[in-house]
């Protein structure tokens, strides 16, 4: 997901996190054996955990450290796969997409993307995965709750304008949907987007008909959220009630693409149980009004997760999500 720091912090202060990561481990033999498919994901997971190489010895915290483990040996052929299977599921009727043009999106994003002091938790292969997926959906209109500075819209905008299609961003922060509007005008992605300033629930009531929600929204932190304050709006359990405000709108067979679902190990990280506990109390409504309301869950076990879920066929735009 796109945050300011962890809670575990201290974090890299603006940018993209993979970046950070990578850069930060590159030179360890460890894990150039992980990324290059000699040593497998199990056995650097090991060897990370065993104390050899401690967080701050390269300059990270204990979140970013263990996220090495979570990524893909090959970025492309993980896509491939997930996209073969949506397939399967008859979510998508192709999977193939303009892996060039994402190439050279991802070079003009790197070289022009302004973060100043914001970090974004969205890994590459997430990115490449929206990007596949809205160019294979081709939605004629898509909701970004919770669009914090633009960073996750910025994959799925070449889809959605192919198929002439619009967008609406939405984040109650004017200084990061400042931002948002920015980058997205530097890469001339801009047209046809409504840049919302405005609570994401109270919008979500009033939305006409989308076809694609792409969610990455989150509350204050536990330890920084008002004492009394409802526990459905701290953190990422705020995902339920943005939702049961969206849903509705959400057309029959549309899809809702969900950031930082990290809710499964990959391997026996310590670390990674704690955190996927934390996530599981967390969206326990959320997952609630998926299970009445979408008759397709998908979990990608991407770096930091992705959830795709599909609005049940029956439904009825606008009937109530309770």
Known sequence: MTTVARPDAPCATGGVAYDLIDAALRAVPEYQSFRGGVLSRAAYCSWLGSGRLRPEDVGLNEDQFNLSTRFPVDERAFVAQVLEGLEQDGVIASTDYPDDEFEALRERV???FVHEDRAT??????ARLLFALCHLLA???TVFPGSYYGYWAVWALPGIRAAGGTATLIDIDPNTMALAERNLTTLGLADGVEFATTDAIAHGRGLDPVDLCVLDAEGPAPHRAPEGMDPDLIDKAIYFPIMEATTPALRPGGLLIAHNMLLGNLTENAYFAGRIANNQAQYARFHGHLDTHYDLQRL?????????????ADAVVGEASR
């Open 110 to 112: 790197a070289e022009q």
């Open 121 to 126: 938790y969205i890994f590459p292969e997430e």
């Open 139 to 141: 939605p004629r209109r």
């Open 300 to 312: 990608i076990p991407s770096s930091e997760g992705v959830g795709i879920y599909r609005r049940r």
